[in-house]
């Protein structure tokens, strides 16, 4: 393979991983409202609809982004232009920035051709993560500084020095996962950690894994340390001053920083890619075994998902007299017909034996969709939190960041390393 | 020839431009309506009294202050923690416990004298 494939794969792996990461965020979105409307025992976002086609509320994330895009840039007479400007740049530099050294699977090697859905394979990859993350502490410091208001300097201040404080508990508690690991690559780390779950690092390093999930939650700013931008203290705290889609920005920046953290969390606490039991070996292979199963479980899932919602149509025929009746149709027949031919080509076909490329890119594909799926659970925790917990007092904050995590944090250390002693032996 | 360094180098111009496009771009889209109003600082519906940089806890620059000092400290564990197990092969393991120990210790000591003399104290 000459060097202009690599340089073509190089950009395509960059392009193709932003517009992932930047595409959740619609969907996490999305999955943040009907989460706070179910814990409030309410219905969320259900009246949005293209041509009566509203798909649970989706198209809400769809008009929020026109509606943002499309509105007037405000600022205030006591502005700094360049810094209010440069700001939700960085906000949004850092997030999509921070995916660079994320391995969402294997590499998938084919003959002599490898690929790895990763964009930078850096020797000192967690360190990366670390170092341009904690630069979102200037995004919101410019922020609050530039705006000219006094909610906006609160906040700035406030989350500023909330952030440095949790980095310092986050890098104590990454220190555990160096000494077992002995290495600063993810590949490593998850490589290390295998595919049985009792040997995952949140059961070897739990106080590690509380300790950096509470720094993450205060790094993101959100619920239980949303300090920076408590609605009921400081209106909107350091994006107070902005408007249209420089603060669409800060918003969209701050969803990217919660799948990032879920994607560290899996990687460095939960096996990453490795699916629970069944290690790349033994996947590679049964390979032929697994499409079977996995044939068989679509199958019968489509169908019963496409009946049930033909089921709802048919029940609730002329509910709404217009276009709105037709919503369940949309998804239900194509479901049913994909039910159909998974189940009438498993009885032509029959069993399949796969050639070894197929079975290989079966695993990548496979791995790649427990790894999301993993990831998508942690979000799901992010917001679970975020509409349980009450937010702390900011004394209260600080007492936990000093002088709880960061004692937990050093002991935590010494905890690892005589267990890595003990392992090693 | 750096594959990662030029896929790094590809990721922060796209970055870049998704701020440019996000920030800069759409601000032209949007109708602008304008009035005096709009200038004044949001508090609530009420003037703005003083300068909106007014001055701030000192407070804030000593959590920063503090937070530079242990962050070096940290940085000075990762290379320690990364080669330990090597050094626990090698049946070396105690000896770098132990002189982690020691550093951890002369590290606890200004943290306790800082918790002491009530720097880490928010409530007045």
């Known amino acids: 393979m000459d060097f202009g494939t690599d340089i073509l794969i190089a950009l395509g792996k960059v392009v193709l991983i932003v517009v992932m990461v930047l595409n959740l965020i619609p969907l996490?979105?999305?999955?943040?409202?009907?989460?706070?409307?179910?814990?409030?025992?309410?219905?969320?976002?259900?009246?949005?609809?293209?041509?009566?086609?509203?798909?649970?509320?989706?198209?809400?994330?769809?008009?929020?982004?026109?509606?943002?895009?499309?509105?007037?840039?405000?600022?205030?007479?006591?502005?700094?232009?360049?810094?209010?400007?440069?700001?939700?740049?960085?906000?949004?530099?850092?997030?999509?920035?921070?995916?660079?050294?994320?391995?969402?699977?294997?590499?998938?090697?084919?003959?002599?051709?490898?690929?790895?859905f990763q964009i930078a394979d850096l020797s000192a990859g967690l360190l990366y993560v670390i170092a341009l993350s904690s630069l979102s502490v200037y995004a919101i410091l410019l922020a609050g500084w530039s705006s000219g208001g006094k909610f906006s300097l609160l906040g700035a201040l406030r989350g500023s020095s909330q952030m440095i404080s949790y980095e310092l508990a986050m890098g104590l508690a990454i220190v555990a996962i160096f000494l077992v690991s002995g290495s600063f690559r993810l590949n490593d780390i998850v490589a290390e950690q295998g595919a049985i779950p009792w040997h995952w690092n949140a059961v070897r390093l739990p106080l590690s894994f509380i300790l950096l999930f509470t720094a993450m939650f205060a790094e993101t700013n959100r619920l239980p340390f949303d300090l920076p931008e408590g609605e009921s203290e400081?209106?909107?705290?350091?994006?107070?001053e902005y408007s249209a889609m420089r603060f669409g920005a800060f918003f969209m920046a701050e969803y990217?920083?919660?799948?990032?953290?879920?994607?560290?969390?899996?990687?460095?606490?939960?096996?990453?890619?490795?699916i629970p039991f069944l290690s790349s070996a033994t996947l590679h292979a049964h390979a032929s075994d697994v499409l079977r199963i996995l044939w068989i479980i679509g199958g019968i899932k489509a169908l019963l998902l496409g009946a049930f919602l033909v089921r709802h149509f048919v029940r609730r025929k002329g509910y709404w007299g217009d276009l709105r009746d037709y919503e369940f149709l949309v998804f239900g027949v194509p479901l049913l017909l994909v039910g159909l031919a998974l189940a009438v080509g498993f009885f032509v076909v029959g069993p399949v034996v796969l050639p070894e490329w197929a079975s290989r890119l079966l695993v990548f594909l496979l791995q790649l969709g427990v790894m999301l799926a993993k990831t998508l659970f942690f979000?799901?925790?992010?917001?679970?939190?975020?509409?349980?917990l009450p937010r702390f007092r900011y004394d209260q904050l600080m007492r936990l960041g000093w002088k709880v995590m960061i004692p937990l944090g050093l002991v935590n250390i010494f905890i690892a390393g005589m267990m890595t002693m003990y392992l090693e032996r | 020839m750096n594959l990662n360094g030029i896929s790094l180098l590809f990721l922060f111009a796209l970055a870049v431009i998704v701020g440019l496009v996000m920030v800069v771009g759409t601000s032209f889209l949007g109708k602008w309506r304008g009035n005096k109003a709009r200038f004044i600082p949001y508090e609530c519906g009420l003037d703005p009294v003083g300068s909106p940089r007014s001055r701030m806890p000192l407070k804030f620059f000593l959590v920063a202050v503090i937070f530079i000092i242990f962050d070096i400290e940290v940085v000075f564990l990762y290379p320690w923690a990364v080669v330990f197990r090597d050094f626990v092969a090698d049946g070396k393991g105690v000896l770098m416990l132990v002189e982690m120990a020691v550093f951890l210790g002369i590290l606890a000591l200004g943290f306790g004298y800082l918790w002491v003399r009530g720097a880490l104290e928010w409530e007045e």
């Open chain 1, 234 to 240: 400081l209106s909107a705290g350091y994006h107070t």
């Open chain 1, 28 to 116: 996490l979105i999305w999955m943040e409202r009907k989460g706070a409307a179910y814990i409030q025992d309410r219905r969320g976002p259900n009246r949005c609809h293209i041509l009566g086609i509203r798909l649970g509320g989706i198209i809400h994330s769809l008009a929020d982004a026109v509606k943002l895009v499309t509105k007037g840039s405000t600022s205030t007479s006591a502005t700094f232009h360049p810094l209010f400007v440069i700001a939700p740049m960085i906000s949004l530099f850092v997030a999509c920035v921070t995916v660079a050294v994320i391995p969402f699977t294997e590499p998938l090697v084919i003959g002599d051709f490898t690929f790895q």
């Open chain 1, 256 to 274: 990217a920083h919660l799948v990032v953290g879920s994607l560290i969390v899996t990687l460095l606490f939960f096996g990453g890619w490795h």
């Open chain 1, 379 to 388: 979000v799901w925790v992010f917001i679970w939190v975020r509409w349980t």
